[in-house]
């Protein structure tokens, strides 16, 4: 009885492998989300449904509270920084820079949105890992051909992400594989911040709970 236990956490939808298989093993296994449950019943058949345990992943309402503004100080740091941004609507796309995020497809939407007259601009926040150098160096140039060096930004890694949030007018989940769980969307509708994003994975649960009415 005073033994200790064996518990897994699974936060991620990884790789089918015998080092992945690990994680199924406990007496109790945690998924974070609905998606990972069904990944997990999908790939290990033999991990029992009743030792499954959906526990979702969430965000310390402290952290990121509702209705929350950048103090003074920030906002002028952030204009004197990005005065393109100052009183314009700031769709933002949170993530490292990978082809997974759909940076392509953020790009060729505000491209779009500036063709119909709306002046937008469109911020691109997450660090370059250097194995992706490459690819960074690629939407760099993408965003250079379609002329809109002055509207879309390249913030890079940010350690102010709850300030980012809370200034954006719109936050975009553009993932083109499912994520386990969508920190940033949460993150974000924690302060107020409308969010939109592909309605699959763990992203797909979080708004179509939070706003059924918003599904398309």
């Known amino acids: 009885a005073n033994r200790p236990r064996f518990v897994t956490t699974v936060h991620g939808l990884y790789s089918i492998s015998r080092y992945s298989a690990i994680m199924t093993c406990g007496e109790r296994v945690i998924a974070v989300s609905e998606t990972v449950r069904d990944y997990l019943q999908r790939h290990y058949p033999e991990l029992p ?3 499954i345990q959906v526990i979702q992943r969430g965000v310390d309402p402290a952290a990121f509270p509702y209705g929350y503004r950048p103090s003074a100080e920030w906002l002028a740091n952030w204009h004197r920084q990005y005065p393109q941004l100052r009183d314009a609507p700031v769709l933002t796309l949170p993530g490292r820079l990978s082809r997974l995020k759909g940076h392509e497809d953020f790009i060729n939407l505000i491209a779009r949105l500036r063709m119909h007259g709306l002046s937008v601009r469109g911020l691109i926040v997450g660090g370059v890992e250097p194995r992706r150098q490459r690819y960074a160096d690629q939407l760099r140039r993408m965003v250079q051909a379609k002329g809109l060096d002055e509207v879309i930004l390249f913030a890079g890694h940010r350690n102010d992400m709850r300030e980012i949030y809370a200034v954006s007018t719109l936050v975009l989940s553009l993932s083109a594989q499912p994520e386990s769980f969508g920190r940033t969307v949460l993150e974000a509708l924690s302060l107020r911040t409308p969010v939109i ?20």
């Not at 592909?198 to 009415?213: A, F, K, N, Q, T």
């Open 197 to 216: 994003g592909y309605d699959h994975g763990g992203v797909g649960e979080i708004l179509s709970r939070i706003y059924p009415v918003g599904l398309t």
């Open 49 to 51: 449904a009743k030792q």
